[in-house]
């Protein structure tokens, strides 16, 4: 099966974003870039997401909503703090979406493996909704 994997990926990754097989496996596109602001979080350990006014800053179980343009704090939500959220333990990444912000969740490095996407509302940090994908049995 990795022989298989191993042959199919340049023709995949070439459908996934566009490029002939042979520039999937060029040389890393090098780019340029600026800082323009620097803002400190304790809760920026584990992702970042942005919306038109804040920037949130995601560790395990914390998020923070900052103002955009001048980084001070806005909302905190705590998993530890509020009833019913004790099952969050491990939050990663994040993505705002129509109000929405979503995070990928998981049990790691408890095991079986089991994970989610969480999803708050944007405005409020009120946390909305939960979809959890199951549990991963080993091999």
Same mark, same amino acid.
């Given at each position: 099966?990795?022989?298989?994997?191993?042959?199919?990926?340049?023709?995949?990754?070439?459908?996934?974003?566009?490029?002939?097989?042979?520039?999937?496996?060029?040389? @890393?596109?090098?780019?340029?870039?600026?800082?323009?602001?620097?803002?400190?979080?304790?809760?920026?350990?584990?992702?970042?997401?942005?919306?038109?006014?804040?920037?949130?800053?995601?560790?395990?179980?914390?998020?923070?909503?900052?103002?955009?343009?001048?980084?001070?704090?806005?909302?905190?939500?705590?998993?530890?703090?509020?009833?019913?959220?004790?099952?969050?333990?491990?939050?990663?990444?994040?993505?705002?979406?129509?109000?929405?912000?979503?995070?990928?969740?998981?049990?790691?490095?408890?095991? @079986?493996?089991?994970?989610?996407?969480?999803?708050?509302?944007?405005?409020?940090?009120?946390?909305?909704?939960?979809? @959890?994908?199951?549990?991963?049995?080993?091999?």
């Amino acid at each position: 099966m990795k022989i298989l994997y191993l042959y199919w990926l340049p023709f995949l990754s070439s459908i996934w974003f566009g490029m002939a097989p042979d520039a999937v496996l060029a040389q @890393p596109l090098q780019v340029q870039a600026t800082l323009l602001q620097q803002f400190n979080s304790d809760d920026a350990r584990q992702g970042i997401a942005v919306d038109n006014d804040h920037f949130f800053t995601i560790s395990n179980t914390r998020i923070s909503m900052h103002d955009k343009n001048s980084g001070e704090p806005i909302l905190k939500f705590n998993a530890d703090s509020k009833a019913g959220s004790s099952q969050l333990i491990h939050l990663d990444s994040g993505k705002v979406l129509d109000g929405l912000l979503y995070a990928a969740h998981s049990n790691y490095p408890r095991s @079986p493996m089991q994970s989610s996407v969480e999803s708050w509302n944007a405005t409020t940090l009120e946390h909305v909704e939960s979809h @959890p994908f199951g549990q991963l049995r080993a091999r």
